[in-house]
């Protein structure tokens, strides 16, 4: 069994920045991606950028250029630059370890002035 912790939401203002943190602790598996997501009130959830074991990432259109995803010994961090009212949303952590998928509970991002 794997459990993620995400960690480094709060409140900024626009154009400022925030690191997400997603931490994996558990034991026998092998990390194939993680990546993020964000869910606004009132949508669905929605894909932000992957990244693979090896290095390899993607990014949603709306965030390409602002966000870097980046992972770590069994963690994954987003850093978000230049920040809009429309990234408001709960972030979420995936991890991906062959065929067993496992979410963290999230963290909430608030872009307002």
């Known amino acids: 069994q794997v459990q993620l912790v995400e960690s480094g939401g709060g409140l900024v203002q626009p154009g400022g920045s925030l690191r997400l943190s997603c931490t994996a602790s558990g034991s026998d598996f092998t990390i194939n991606y993680m990546a993020w997501y964000r869910q606004a009130p009132g949508k669905q959830r929605e894909w932000v950028a992957t990244?693979?074991?090896?290095?390899s990432t993607a990014y949603a259109d709306s965030v390409k250029g602002r966000f870097t995803i980046s992972i770590y010994t069994s963690k994954t961090d987003l850093q978000m630059n230049s920040l809009k009212p429309e990234d408001t949303a709960v972030y979420y952590c995936?991890?991906?370890?062959?065929?067993?998928?496992?979410w963290g509970q999230g963290t909430q991002v608030t872009v307002s002035s």
């Open positions: 990244i693979t074991r090896g290095g």
């Open positions: 995936k991890l991906v370890a062959g065929t067993r998928v496992y």
